[in-house]
């Protein structure tokens, strides 16, 4: 099955510590709708949202995996389905084609627009932005997006070593 990873997911480590049969597919974009830092995620911390807008103009850019039907429960459950993710069904634009997947879209009871991410949270989808070659101006726009320091040392320390995986580790 497909899945369209835009949030931390884009960082392969994580993606492939999460779900091990995901492959790697293709690059695309998510007409009509915004990526926004709004998610409340258990962390009381900003996650990313597909928030859809319906605007033509409006587009989420990330990757598509192949992740074997099995394994869509340990997905699930990294991403707190139920509660705060919903699954909702998409469709990708690529290069070569359009692409049916899945993607998780925030529950609106778990939006709120005046959280701030962590800054751990926000390198995985700027270091995956970066290595999936996403726009340019995409990648900025998520460079800008405000975060802030976790003050659970413990918790961005784990972070920490996940993402000091090198690019011998992005094996997509």
């Known amino acids: 099955m497909n899945y ?20 790697f597919v293709a690059v695309g974009k998510l007409p ?10 258990a962390d009381e911390s900003a996650k990313c949202n597909a928030y859809p807008t319906g605007l033509a103009d409006d587009e989420v850019y990330g990757v598509v995996f192949n992740i074997d039907a099995n394994e869509r ?8 389905l139920g509660n705060g993710y919903n699954h909702t069904q ?20 778990f939006i709120d627009d ?3 991410s962590f800054t751990w949270y926000k ?6 932005a970066k290595h999936y070659v996403l726009p340019a101006t995409y990648i900025r726009l998520l460079e800008n997006i405000d975060a802030v320091p976790d003050d659970d ?4 320390r784990r972070h920490a070593d996940v993402l000091a995986n090198t690019a011998a580790d992005w094996d997509s």
């Open 4 to 23: 369209f990873a835009y949030g931390s997911n884009l960082y392969w480590p994580r993606m492939r510590q999460r779900v091990p049969s995901a492959r």
């Open 32 to 41: 009509g709708y915004v990526l926004k830092f709004h998610k409340r995620g």
């Open 73 to 80: 429960p340990l997905l699930d459950a990294a991403e707190g």
């Open 90 to 109: 998409i469709e990708i634009v690529t290069y070569a084609s359009v692409l049916t997947a899945f993607t998780y879209t925030a529950d609106p009871r």
């Open 114 to 116: 005046n959280l701030t």
């Open 123 to 128: 390198k995985y989808v700027v270091e995956g």
């Open 153 to 156: 040392h413990q918790r961005a």
